[in-house]
């Protein structure tokens, strides 16, 4: 039987399986990685193929490629997206308001389980809510990777896959965060 493609909307194919296996080796990080809609799991693919095609074998690396937007799982539709590339263009100010966590929310020092929604009881509107899951899916992510058993670099890589660095790389974590935002940009 035919399939399509993965570009275009098919399934995973057994090399992809074969990847997410070997990288992700618990059934909690496969797990996470199975939340993500087919659009990003095809995204995290491709960021963790570009850095294996580059001799970048590191484990927590990949498995952070694998990871990295997992909490977009929360929801984030394409639209949304648009809106979001549009606002951060063209008015940061305001997408950076719509993406606030109330203090309430902000304050709030349990950690996001996995099985729990971080809006249950949220006074965050169901419209923003995809704003906010895009200003702290790094947070939420890395957070959700460390409840499956992640080591605390792959966390800290999740943690800060969209900061800048305002110096030049000096420690493994930079040197690997910014390999990591290299072939997210990429891909």
Known sequence: KASLPTWVGGRLTAADQRLIEAVLPTLAQRQLFNRMSANDQRHALAVARTLQQTNH???????????HDV???LGQPIIYRVFIVLLNRFWPALLGR??????????DERPIKVDQ???ANSPIPIWRRPFVVHAHHPAIGATWASQAGCNPLVRQLIARHQDSLSHHPS?????????????????
């Not at 690997?176 to 997210?184: E, G, I």
């Open 171 to 187: 420690t493994i974590e930079d040197m690997l965060l910014t390999t990591l935002q290299w072939a997210d940009n990429l891909n």
């Open 98 to 107: 719509m993406s606030e966590w109330p203090p309430s929310v902000a304050n």
């Open 57 to 67: 074998d590191e484990p927590a690396l990949l498995q952070a490629a694998l990871l």
């Open 71 to 73: 909490a977009k799982s």
């Open 117 to 119: 929604s971080p809006f």
